[in-house]
Nanobody
Framework: QVQLVESGGGLVQAGGSLRLSCAASGRTVSTHSMGWFRQAPGKEREFVASISWSGGNTYYVDSVKGRFTISRDNAKNTVYLQMNSLKPEDTALYYC????????????????WGQGTQVTVSS
């Protein structure tokens, strides 16, 4: 069973940047699509971005397009989320997830989840 561990979260001022990392251990995830989700207090978990197993296709929620970039390094079993021009509304607990499908954007299509890393953007 795969284990996903997020890191890179923290406190940053509006307009700043953070780079989240998700390290996978256990079964290989190189052929699985990967995604990032986030959940703010009192709100539902929201899809943020996903990347196909090959890394050739990426998808983003409208609110982060042009600011966030998802990437993966299969040799390191790691997926990244580069977050630029951060806004206070980006504040949330960010989760890394893996899907058995080549590409996925729906919460129900992901079957492995990390514990989350907190991102707080101050204004």
């Amino acid at each position: 069973q795969v284990q996903l561990v997020e890191s890179g979260g923290g406190l940053v001022q509006a307009g700043g940047s953070l780079r989240l990392s998700c390290a996978a251990s256990g079964r290989t995830v190189s052929t699985h699509s990967m995604g990032w989700f986030r959940q703010a207090p009192g709100k539902e978990r929201e899809f943020v971005a996903s990347i196909s197993w090959s890394g050739g296709n990426t998808y983003y929620v409208d609110s982060v397009k042009g600011r966030f970039t998802i990437s993966r390094d299969n040799a390191k079993n790691t997926v990244y989320l580069q977050m630029n021009s951060l806004k206070p509304e980006d504040t949330a607990l960010y989760y890394c997830a893996r899907s058995s499908f080549p590409i996925a954007t729906s919460n129900s299509d992901f079957n492995s989840w990390g514990q989350g890393t907190q991102v707080t953007v101050s204004s």
